[in-house]
């Protein structure tokens, strides 16, 4: 007598009595992440340990809380740890295109740029000021009225000793002359130097001369002194602006005394500021030379003088901790950014900005690690930065360019960041397989199940994360009866009876929507009948194709029989993945076998529509068939199996029972069950092996039953291992319970064969042959009925040749 579950089997509801509250109103929120105990050390561990290399990859399924659990455990453990270093950049005098980075206590950063700002403010004011005093003045003044007093002496000892010698100091376009004069006082013209005798002329000359000489000296004496007027000038420019910068400049070195990068720098800004005075000076425009082509007023630029505060975390608590939904390389590292003027693009260090990991720096970063790799240039940059353990902010672009142009090389920032990534097994799988970098830089791995064991804590936890919902959202509470519908579809979405899916996304949405259709009924507690509503709907939403191919079948345009008895076919069951939404599929499978040499035939892979596991069931029946019939003598046989109207791709082993059964049963002309459908692997013991979507394969199966009319004869064949993940829906289960539809469960497959059949199998005898009236004993004999009619035709084909010859 075959074997059928029970109703207790089929679905095992939540105990009402684990849950000590009327409402989830009378729970508290949720603290922490549910049935996640490795992944939760996993990131413990590696947040704590600050050694190099030890960077986190958290993996799971999406929905199974990953980003929110990194996210809480991150916003407490950001709270204990210290805030760190600001960062700025300012002008490197001796190299502008590399700019300086200083690191300063927190918010100091911007006290600083404060601090310049206010610096260059004041100068700009008070050195016009100090040129502008009467003092400074009188001083110039006194430095000019000196030199001129000695140029007038000079000059008039000269003179007067020309005037005596009949000679005058004159100014030509070539300079100061000495020129021989009349006694009227005129200059002696060229015709009457001529007229003078040869005496006079050479007289004229030598004193000519050597009055041009003491000339020349008192030229060169006053170009030095115009030098030293020049120097003394400059010097006391110097001195009147040093009364004004030297203060203001120690100001600030008293504040930042701790910091030997800012004393350094403030001394090359004193310095420049001493070495650009007249860009403090009142500026008086020019007028052009012509009307209408009047420029705009060059402006002096101060640039140079200014702080770039790139971090302040002057308003941070403990260390930072950053977020960054869009890893492109610019994002995560910063840029140098242009400004357009004239038609040129230009730029400075004031123009370096930022990028998340300078924000994250001292703390941690969390990024999806496929948002990463789609991003150009991001994934190895990252990779060079950790091991680096230094931040660089460059022109990626710049090595692709034809023509190189000059841009700024910022000093790199050191990083201390611990960078978490967040994808999927596949991801985490093949970057660790195919980088071997990877390995080096992210050796923890925080591994997210999908689900965890259906204990009495874990379902008063799931109860907890109701009301955490609820009240986060401000949803209707859940009485004891929805709670338990909850932790049932936990249990439905882990395939296990004994289990509860971690995939609360899918958790969350279902309490959405049963709130949703409680309101719609006007109540105001969530019941069991809400929560049944909302995930009938939800498949109501999502089954159009399942649907459609149920009507398909039903009108016969899709063959799937549901009643009698037929040779060589079964029904097998498959599930069909869309993605959003998957159901169960019967599929008609047939066999047919004739007297031949080939074995058995997988039509699927010989027009190649099957999978590498597929094909392996097919060797594993044909392995079967040898090792169960073929022990002492060989079989001849040829056979043909194939999915009937089955157009995609043949994979997986699910169906190698039931292929099994049509090979056995065309072989031996035994007609097997149409209202029976069988899903099942094997083994080449004949031992029946679990397999995926045993619930929604039986429910495909029972939907096509129902509207074709239920008798109490339909029913399914499963492996009995897939008992404990049955968590079929309502529907079924009353079925069942009414004597309408029966779930037969297998451990051999020799119990489905006498199912099938409604004839034993048969055991195998101590002669080595099978009872009569059983199905190995026909199968049997078939196979020596088919080997002794291709031996008999062998013989004749060799009678034939013999007499040919």
């Known amino acids: 007598m075959p074997i059928k579950l029970s109703i207790e089997e089929l679905y095992k509801c939540c105990d009402l009595n684990i849950f000590k509250f009327n409402t989830t109103e009378e729970l508290p929120s949720l603290e922490g992440t549910i049935g996640q105990e490795r992944a939760l050390k996993s990131l413990d561990f590696g947040i704590s340990l600050n050694n190099s290399g030890f960077n986190i990859f958290i993996l799971g399924e999406n929905g199974t809380g990953k980003m929110s659990t990194i996210r809480s455990i991150l916003t407490k453990q950001s709270l204990n740890e210290p805030v760190p270093s600001d960062w700025c950049y300012v002008y490197n005098f001796k190299d502008p295109d590399a700019p300086i980075a200083i690191s300063l206590e927190p918010g100091r950063a911007v006290a600083f740029q404060k601090d310049m700002e206010e610096l260059i403010k004041i100068l700009r004011a008070e050195i016009p000021k100090v040129f502008e005093s009467k003092e400074y003045e009188k001083q110039k003044n006194l430095i000019l009225e000196e030199f001129q007093k000695k140029q007038k002496d000079l000059f008039s000892v000269l003179d007067d000793e020309a005037q005596a010698k009949g000679f005058s100091v004159r100014k030509t376009v070539s300079g100061l002359m000495i020129v021989p004069i009349k006694k009227t006082g005129e200059p002696l013209n060229e015709e009457e130097f001529e007229a003078l005798d040869a005496k006079t002329k050479k007289k004229i000359e030598d004193l000519g001369k050597a009055l041009q000489e003491k000339l020349d000296d008192i030229v060169r004496a006053l170009r030095d002194g115009e030098k030293l007027v020049k120097y003394l000038l400059s010097r006391l420019e110097r001195e009147a602006a040093l009364s004004v910068v030297g203060h203001l400049i120690d100001e600030i070195k008293n504040k930042y005394m701790d910091n030997d990068k800012i004393i350094v720098y403030l001394e ?70 242009h400004k357009i003027q004239y038609g040129i693009a230009i730029t400075d260090f004031s123009m370096i900005k930022a990028g998340s990991m300078h924000k994250a720096n001292g703390g941690y970063i969390v990024i999806n690690v496929l948002d990463l790799l789609r991003n150009i240039f991001a994934y190895d940059a990252m990779k060079r930065a950790i091991r680096n353990r230094e931040m660089r902010i460059e022109d990626v672009w ?31 799988y093949l970057l660790y397989n195919l980088d071997e970098e990877y390995r080096e830089l992210f050796k923890v791995k925080a591994d997210f199940d999908s689900r965890m064991p259906k204990t009495e804590d874990n379902m008063n936890r799931y109860a907890s994360f109701i009301a955490a919902k609820c009240r986060e959202e401000k949803l209707f509470p859940f009485d004891r009866t929805g709670v338990a519908k909850i932790v049932e579809y936990g249990s439905r979405l882990a395939e296990h009876q004994e289990k509860l899916s971690s995939k609360f996304s899918e958790i969350t949405d279902v309490i959405r929507e049963s709130h949703y259709w409680a309101a719609k009924s006007n109540s105001r507690v969530v019941m069991d009948k809400h929560v049944e509503e909302a995930i009938n709907e939800r498949i109501f939403r999502n089954n159009r194709i399942e649907e459609r191919l149920r009507e398909m079948i039903a009108e016969g345009t899709l063959i799937v029989e549901t009643s009698g008895d037929k040779v060589g076919q079964v029904n097998g069951l498959a599930v069909l993945d869309l993605g959003d939404y998957s159901f169960g599929k019967p599929s008609r499978i047939t066999a047919k076998t004739y007297a031949g040499k080939a074995g058995v035939v997988n039509i699927e892979r010989e027009i190649k529509m099957s999978g590498k596991i597929h094909e392996k069931a097919i060797l594993i029946i044909t392995n079967y068939l040898g090792s169960k019939y073929a022990t002492k003598k060989p079989i001849s046989l040829s056979a043909s199996i194939t999915f009937e109207q089955l157009y995609d791709m043949v994979e997986g082993d699910s169906a190698s029972c039931a292929e099994l059964y049509a090979l056995l049963s065309s072989i031996a002309n035994i007609p097997l069950k149409q209202n029976i459908a069988v899903t099942g692997s094997m083994d080449q013991n004949g031992d029946v092996q679990p397999i995926g979507g045993v619930n929604e394969k039986i429910e495909g199966f029972f939907e096509l039953c129902r509207l074709r009319g239920l008798d109490g004869s339909h029913g399914v064949m499963i492996p009995r291992r897939n008992v404990r993940h049955l968590m079929i829906k309502k529907d079924v289960v009353d079925a069942v319970k009414e004597g309408k539809f029966t779930i037969y469960p297998i451990d051999k497959m020799e119990e489905g064969l006498e199912i099938l059949t409604g004839m034993p199998a048969g055991e195998l005898r101590d002669d080595e042959t099978y009872p009569e009236n059983t199905v190995n004993h026909l199968v049997t004999k078939r196979l020596a009925e088919i080997s002794a009619a291709l031996k008999e035709k062998k013989e004749e084909e060799k009678d034939k040749n013999e007499n040919n010859k």
């Open 268 to 337: 090359t800004v004193k310095e420049d500021i001493l070495g650009h005075i007249d860009d403090f000076k009142t500026q008086e425009e020019q007028a052009p030379a012509l009307t209408f082509m009047k420029m705009p007023k060059a402006e002096p630029t101060f640039t140079r003088y200014t702080v770039n505060a790139l971090v302040n975390n002057k308003d941070s608590k403990g260390a930072p901790v950053v977020f960054e939904s869009n890893p492109t390389y610019f994002n995560l590292f910063g840029r140098i950014e």
């Open 398 to 428: 710049e090595q692709y360019r034809l023509v190189s142009t000059t841009t700024l090389r910022p000093e790199a920032i050191p990083l201390n960041v611990k960078v978490i990534l967040v994808g999927s097994p596949n991801l985490y």
